[in-house]
T-cell receptor, first 108, second 113 residues
Framework: GQSLEQPSEVTAVEGAIVQINCTYQ??????LSWYQQHDGGAPTFLSY??LDGLEETGRFSSFLSRSDSYGYLLLQELQMKDSASYFC?????????WGAGTKLIIKP | EPEVTQTPSHQVTQMGQEVILRCVPI?????FYWYRQILGQKVEFLVS????????KSEIFDDQFSVERPDGSNFTLKIRSTKLEDSAMYFC???????????FGSGTRLTVV
């Protein structure tokens, strides 16, 4: 079967750093993506890792270890607007296989 | 910034009726997709479309579903005979390269009654 595991909910304080982990088990793997989704909104692309290592885009970084079937999204200098659900998704050729999402709750 | 446009934003239909969901992908993107998200659940892949043909489809995308690119700009999803369990948010997406860097539309909330 195909599965992605990520925590259902994470709570952090404004200005802090938070890491959202994702482990996957899929029959095909071309890369790991992260998407942000605010309530009722469309998913927004954050990052994509095809190779091992860290990718940095502003306050957000994403890491991949293909040998461990593991990745994480790191959010720094948290702002209230970062409150949303974050999804990891494995690229299996053209389609994305999605995790169930992590709801990030930010407290002032 | 370029957008993927979906219409309508909401659609209510009776069980057994046909619906067509419409999408205008970003103009220089080559890959098009339909995904759905049942309320509170994860996003599920339906179909990908490239070079005027389906490149991949999921088990959800059975004979009741079809996609079409009738002209150079629109990309449509048709559900022939809707069921209650088809109620979901349907997202269209497009990308320059296959499989990543998607831009999603705002979605069509389909309610089957």
């Amino acid at each position: 079967g195909q599965s992605l595991e990520q925590p259902s909910e994470v709570t952090a304080v404004e200005g802090a750093i938070v890491q959202i982990n994702c482990t996957y088990q899929t029959s095909g793997f071309y890369g790991l993506s992260w998407y942000q989704q605010h309530d009722g909104g469309a998913p927004t692309f954050l990052s994509y890792n095809a190779l091992d290592g860290l990718e940095e885009t502003g306050r957000f970084s994403s890491f991949l270890s293909r040998s461990d079937s593991y990745g994480y999204l790191l959010l720094q200098e948290l702002q209230m607007k970062d409150s949303a659900s974050y999804f990891c998704a494995v690229r299996a050729l053209y389609q994305l296989i999605w995790g169930a999402g992590t709801k990030l709750i930010i407290k002032p | 910034e370029p957008e993927v446009t979906q219409t309508p934003s909401h659609q209510v239909t009776q069980m057994g009726q046909e619906v067509i969901l419409r999408c205008v992908p970003i103009s220089n993107h080559l890959y098009f997709y339909w995904y759905r998200q049942i309320l509170g659940q994860k996003v599920e892949f339906l179909v990908s479309f490239y070079n005027n043909e389906i490149s991949e489809k999921s088990e959800i995308f059975d004979d009741q579903f079809s996609v079409e690119r009738p002209d150079g700009s629109n990309f449509t999803l048709k559900i022939r005979s809707t069921k209650l369990e088809d109620s979901a948010m349907y997202f269209c997406a497009s990308s320059e390269a296959g499989g990543y860097g998607y831009t999603f539309g705002s979605g069509t909330r389909l309610t089957v009654v």
